[in-house]
């Protein structure tokens, strides 16, 4: 399992925007790729203008299947690229789920 953490800054007033983008492409990318295990965003709601990506997959070339497909560069390469100001991309091990 490879698991990927992404905390991401919007630009001031972009989380309509950024969210929007996210919904839209939920079901065209992850949704649709059979090595996604799970594809969750979270907002914090004391903190605007800022998403939270907890990415779940079979292996890497899930995730490289995932980044290369089409939904991912018409929505998340571009369209969300433009609402970010930067972002960390962290691996982690799972230890224990339930």
Request: hydrophobic residues 45%.
């Amino acid at each position: 399992m490879l698991v990927k953490v992404f905390p991401i800054k919007l630009k001031d007033g972009a989380q309509a925007a950024a969210e929007a983008v996210v919904r839209e492409f939920a079901p065209k990318g992850p949704g649709a790729e059979p090595g996604t295990v799970s594809f969750r965003v979270y907002r914090d709601p004391a903190k605007p203008d800022y998403l939270l990506f907890v990415e779940h997959f079979a292996d890497q070339a899930a995730y490289d299947e995932h980044t290369g497909s089409a939904a991912y560069r018409e929505l998340i390469a571009g369209r969300f690229a433009e609402t970010m100001t930067e972002f960390v991309e962290i691996d982690h091990e799972l230890v224990v789920a339930l």
